[in-house]
C-alpha cells in the first residue's frame, strides 16, 4: 500500500504560478511512476502529466505543455507539479496518483492509488 497526500493548492490570478507537492508513504521501497490528473466541476478526471520512476520519461497533456512541469525527488519520496501561466480552465482538484511499474501511462484505471486530492483556483 502507497500513502499519497497532495499539497500546495490555493487560489491565484490567471498568469500566475503554483507548485504542487505530493508525498509518499508506506510501501515506497518499490519502483513506482507518478502521475497527476485533475477534475473539474461537473467534467470527468483528465490526465494531466505523468513521471517515470527515474524521471528520465515524462508526459503531459496537450493542454499543459510548455506551462507545467512535472519533477520528482525519489530521496523524498516527492513529486513536485511546477504550473505556470495559469489559466481560469486549470481551475480543478488536481489528484496525486502512483503505479507500481517504473513506465508512464495516461490511463488513470492504471493507477491504483490515489490522493485525496488539493484545490487549485485560478481566477480572471
Known amino acids: 500500500q502507497v500513502q499519497l497526500v497532495e499539497s500546495g493548492g490555493g487560489l491565484v490570478q490567471a498568469g500566475g504560478s503554483l507548485r504542487l507537492s505530493c508525498a509518499a508513504s508506506?510501501?515506497?521501497?518499490?519502483?513506482?511512476?507518478m502521475g497527476w490528473f485533475r477534475q473539474a466541476a461537473g467534467k470527468e478526471r483528465e490526465f494531466v502529466a505523468a513521471?517515470?520512476?527515474?524521471?528520465?520519461?515524462?508526459a503531459y497533456a496537450d493542454s499543459v505543455k510548455g506551462r507545467f512541469t512535472l519533477s520528482r525527488d525519489n530521496a523524498k519520496n516527492t513529486v513536485y507539479l511546477q504550473m505556470n501561466s495559469l489559466k481560469p480552465e486549470d481551475t480543478a482538484v488536481y489528484y496525486c496518483?502512483?503505479?507500481?511499474?517504473?513506465?508512464?501511462?495516461?490511463?488513470?484505471?492504471?493507477?491504483?492509488?490515489w490522493g485525496q486530492g488539493t484545490q487549485v483556483t485560478v481566477s480572471s
Open positions: 513521471i517515470s520512476w527515474s524521471g528520465g520519461s515524462t
Open positions: 508506506g510501501r515506497t521501497s518499490s519502483n513506482y511512476a
Open positions: 496518483a502512483a503505479r507500481p511499474v517504473m513506465a508512464v501511462v495516461a490511463a488513470r484505471t492504471q493507477y491504483p492509488y
